[in-house]
Structure formats: C-alpha cells, structure tokens
T-cell receptor
Framework: DGGITQSPKYLFRKEGQNVTLSCEQN?????MYWYRQDPGQGLRLIYY???????QKGDIAEGYSVSREKKESFPLTVTSAQKNPTAFYLC???????????FGPGTRLTVT | QKEVEQNSGPLSVPEGAIASLNCTYS??????FFWYRQYSGKSPELIMF????GDKEDGRFTAQLNKASQYVSLLIRDSQPSDSATYLC????????????FGPGTRLSVLP
C-alpha cells in the first residue's frame, strides 16, 4: 500500500522545546516537501529536497531544520527559534520537482 | 500582484449544478498547473493536473488552461454535497525554483 505517512497526528509541546515531525514515503519519489498551513490560509513552503543529502529553503525556513539521509524519509525539526510554531504541518512528495505532489495526512502541532 | 490568486469564496451552488472555480497566475513561463481538494481538517488531495492549453476531463471534473490569459479553471459538473470543500490551485513558478505556489483556496459549498 503506497503512500506518505506522517506521525504523530497531533503533537503538543511546551514553548522552548524542539520537536521533530516524521515523514516517510514508499512511492519511490525523488522530491519531498514540507509545508505549513495556518487557519484559513494557503500552504507555505518551509523546505524541499530534490534528492538524498540535498535540501533547499522555502519561503519560511527560519526556525526549522530538515535532513534527507534516506530517499524515503524527510523529518522536520521545529526549533525553539520558530516564533509561532502552532500550525498544521504537511509533508508531500513528487516523482521529481515541478510534477504532481501527493500529501501525507498532516501533523497538527500545538505549542503552549 | 500575488503569484497565484483565487477568489476566496464561499462559492455556493445548488446540488446538480456546475461549479466553476478560477485561478490566475503571474508567471508567463509556468508549465504545470494543479487542482487540489481539501476537506476541513484534512490534507490536500490531488484532483487534476494540466500542462497544455485547452480542456482536460476526468469524470465530473474538467480543468481548463489558457496560458495566454494566464488562468486555469476547474469545472465540477453535477455538483454533490460531498464536493463541499476548499479547492486549491497550485502553479509551478520559475522564481521559486520551479516549486509550486499555492493559491489561498476557494471554499465551495454545494447546497442540497
């Protein structure tokens, strides 16, 4: 059963703590992406990766970090430097850049 | 001008009618155009993509692309209450490294 998985579905953290969101895909896609969505707003690109061991900043990379050590995995760390981390985080993948993207179910992060 | 624009809605149509959703974009060099459906609290789901001028049909959905006028539209025939969702337009933008820029979405409400 091919697809993209994200875990956990809901995550609660205290302010000042780093937190890592998981994203795994078994679609054999080269490109992976992280987006953030705030209530009533569109998707904003945080980071993307076209290939293993390479990733690029998107529009709102400040306060976030990623790694791409395996083709299947693209974890996102929300650091304490991110001023407003509470949001819905979406991971996506595509065969390669500029082709159709498929989304995971998302992780809803709440920081208090 | 924003890179990708959509009417935020809500757009209300009666059940069985045709819903017409529009999207305009700023980059004349864009090559890839995508429509996603997002139910409240869920992740976006790919409905259609189109690369060439003209119409592309898939079941009750038709995507229409006019590169000269820089717009792409989505028609939903025989609208059902289950089509009620937010529809996101995504366009690859050269200045963003060929990444997608998502529009803010149009909220569609199909009334029984």
């Amino acid at each position: 059963d091919g697809g993209i998985t994200q875990s956990p579905k809901y995550l609660f953290r205290k302010e000042g703590q780093n937190v890592t969101l998981s994203c795994e895909q078994n679609l054999n896609h080269d490109a992976m992406y992280w987006y953030r969505q705030d209530p009533g707003q569109g998707l904003r690109l945080i980071y993307y990766s076209q290939i293993v061991n390479d990733f690029q900043k998107g529009d709102i990379a400040e306060g976030y970090s990623v790694s791409r050590e395996k083709k299947e995995s693209f974890p996102l760390t929300v650091t304490s430097a991110q001023k407003n981390p509470t949001a819905f985080y979406l991971c996506a993948s595509s065969p390669r850049l500029a082709l159709e993207q498929y989304f995971g179910p998302g992780t809803r992060l709440t920081v208090t | 001008q924003k890179e990708v624009e959509q009417n935020s809605g809500p757009l209300s149509v009666p059940e069985g009618a045709i819903a017409s959703l529009n999207c305009t974009y700023s980059d004349r060099g864009s090559q890839s155009f995508f429509w996603y459906r997002q139910y409240s609290g869920k992740s976006p789901e790919l409905i259609m993509f189109i690369y060439s001028n003209g119409d592309k049909e898939d079941g009750r959905f038709t995507a229409q692309l006019n590169k000269a006028s820089q717009y792409v539209s989505l028609l939903i025939r025989d609208s059902q209450p289950s089509d009620s969702a937010t529809y996101l337009c995504a366009v690859n933008i050269r200045n963003y490294g060929q990444n997608f820029v998502f529009g803010p979405g149009t909220r569609l409400s199909v009334l029984p």
